[in-house]
């Protein structure tokens, strides 16, 4: 080994000691999570009624669909939905006033004039009904009943990823079908901070 070599080879082993001693070599501490401004959405498996994705969903903007069984009819549905705190129901065109909570989705024929179509949100609370008039024949249930849209709170300072919780309170939740309410049992899937 040359003297220019050996010299400096002693003077990276005497630096490495002050380098490591100033934090150099130690661990950093990891930059916090993105902070969520949205939601993610994951459709449920299984389930006759079933709370999906509708592709209208944007990031910051969740619009859910009710979709029913592969068979039945029935001449209106009601469901009762509650989401997370730190989230909150609003109109299906995002941006609105609360005005467009409920959209019927593509089963029943809401007729004319003044439609059996209402929903009302208290808190974190959605209740939604879509119904027929009579005298008309009853629906096929095989498609979308109706839909809804759920949003993030502002401001939450949620990691990304954050779990939050959205039932379906099926004691409360219907179909009228054969002149009788039936109570329904709604899979919901999971909702994520994103």
């Known amino acids: 080994m040359t003297p220019m070599k050996s010299l400096l080879s002693a003077c990276a082993l005497l630096a490495l000691p002050a380098f490591l001693a100033c934090g150099g070599g130690g661990s950093s501490t990891p930059p916090p999570p993105p902070t969520a401004t949205g939601l993610a959405y994951t459709d449920p498996t299984s389930g006759s009624y079933k709370l999906v994705k509708n592709t209208a969903s944007s990031g910051a903007h969740l619009v859910l669909d009710l979709v029913g069984p592969a068979t039945g009819t029935a001449m209106g549905v009601s469901v009762t939905l509650t989401g997370d705190a730190k989230t909150t129901w609003v109109d299906i065109p995002a941006g609105g006033t609360t005005a467009v909570l409920l959209q019927n989705g593509s089963q029943f024929n809401l007729g004319t004039g003044t439609p059996i179509q209402k929903a009302k949100a208290t808190g974190n609370v959605l209740q939604a009904t879509v119904a027929q ?41 219907q179909v009228l079908a054969g002149g009788a309410l039936t109570p329904i049992a709604i899979s919901v899937g999971t909702l994520k901070a994103q």
């Not at 095989?142 to 309170?169: E, F």
């Open 133 to 173: 008039k009579a005298p008309t024949a009853e629906a096929s249930l095989n498609g979308v009943l109706l839909r809804v849209a759920l949003d993030l709170k502002a401001n939450q300072g949620l990691a990304q990823g954050t779990a939050l919780t959205l039932t379906a309170y099926n004691a409360k939740s």
